[in-house]
């Protein structure tokens, strides 16, 4: 009978367990809001409302927010919009800390639009 002998040769070490990142945080939920400023008759009627006139649409950020309220603060500096100093106030307030189609009803020649982002 052959004999076994043993191998004198060491089995590789194992290498300890990689550590594992922390799970990331889902993300927060983003707003899938957006707004449309439109210049339009009096009336506020949809025919006088042509989206490709200002082709810009405002996320519901920040941001968005900030340059939607550049863009209505320059329509009324170019007489294209009109608001009284109250109303241009409240149209403010509704455009950086409320909801921006509540402007509208502030404005004279303009409204602004709710659309669903994706």
């Not at 707004?35 to 649409?57: G, L, P």
Request: include cysteine; glycine fraction near 4%.
């Amino acid at each position: 009978m052959p004999s076994t002998t043993k191998s004198s040769a060491k089995a590789p070490a194992k290498k300890p367990a990689a550590k594992k990142a922390p799970a990331k945080k889902p993300a927060a939920a983003k707003s899938s809001l957006a707004f449309i400023f439109f210049n339009c008759d009096n009336e506020k009627s949809q025919t006088s409302m042509n989206i490709f006139y200002n082709r810009e649409i405002f996320r519901d950020t920040k941001v968005g927010r900030n340059a939607l309220w550049k863009k209505v603060s320059g329509q009324i500096e170019e007489d294209h919009v009109k608001a009284s100093a109250e109303d241009l106030a409240a149209a403010k307030a509704a455009i950086l800390e409320g909801n921006p189609v509540d402007a509208g009803q502030y404005l004279q020649f303009a409204s602004i639009a709710e659309v669903t982002c994706y």
